[in-house]
């Protein structure tokens, strides 16, 4: 199985950490270089460690990819830095957990910008620019099992239907761009232990307990565990998979 992303750049929305960073860490040395984009101020500090420990060539930049012009503007400039992305990671994403009929307005709103419309746009902009240049390239769009059930017992109807959509977004893409070979797939994880979990569980110390009881492999994943699957996506090696979405959750879909 040929994983080398040698001379390919790959870009990571909420690269400055958990998941995203993690992904990154792991495209680096496969030999992509690296684009992280992330609203953390050591955003660029981040993309400077991936450089020196992998050897590879890394940019970091500031971005809210709620911000339509401001994503094409961060994907232009990684494009004169690095060259043209062929390699997508949307890992920027936000939950915020509570009873439905308590959810407000901005809320809601917050949670569908960031994981849907903040998902597209970049999607957007990758997608613009590879078919301008005429390069085949790859978007790894994080979806979510919450997609797919709902999550005990916590409640969270924005999340989850904000990550449902995410997945769907990723087949309509897929489709489209398919004559053109831009593959688009999803990945579903499980429960990660990442900084926005961690917060969760903070809220409510209970919660990690009851979530590894449910999960087969009796534990949460680490951002790590994802890798394997976005390299393959990212990589040759999937070259005619597309329009998917594959769940990594080790198994408490199955059950």
């Known amino acids: 199985m040929d994983t080398n992303l040698s001379g ?3 870009v990571i929305t909420g690269g400055g950490r958990g ?29 400077q460690k991936i450089a020196e420990e992998f050897g590879v060539r890394a940019y970091g930049q500031r971005l809210d990819v709620t911000d339509q012009a401001a994503t094409e503007t961060a994907f232009a400039a990684i494009a004169q830095h690095l060259g043209v992305p ?3 990671l949307t890992a920027a994403g936000i939950e915020i957990n509570g009873d439905s009929i308590d959810v407000t307005a901005d809320q809601w709103r917050k949670v569908i910008d960031v994981n849907l419309t903040g998902t597209f746009f970049s999607a957007q902009a990758f997608g613009r620019g590879l078919l301008a240049a005429g390069l085949q390239g790859s978007a790894v769009l994080i979806s979510s099992m919450s997609g797919l059930i709902v999550n005990v017992p916590q409640w969270a109807a924005s999340y989850n239907s904000s990550k449902a959509a995410v997945a769907h977004l ?5 489709v489209e761009w398919a004559p053109s070979g831009i593959r688009v797939n999803s990945i579903a994880p499980g429960y990660v232990l990442t900084d926005l979990t961690r917060q969760i569980i903070e809220q409510d110390p ?9 999960i087969p492999q009796g534990r949460m994943a680490v951002p790590e565990d994802l890798s394997g699957l976005v390299i393959f996506l990212a990589s040759d090696s999937s070259a005619y998979l597309t329009g998917q979405q594959i769940v990594i959750d080790g198994g408490y879909t199955a059950v």
């Open 19 to 47: 998941i995203g960073l993690a992904v990154a860490r792991s495209l680096a040395a496969e030999g992509a270089d690296i684009a992280l984009l992330d609203l953390l101020d050591t955003v660029s500090e981040t993309a």
């Open 8 to 10: 390919r750049v790959a």
């Open 206 to 214: 209970s919660l990690e307990a009851e979530w590894v009881r449910l």
């Open 86 to 88: 062929q390699v997508l």
């Open 170 to 174: 990723g087949k309509s893409l897929a």
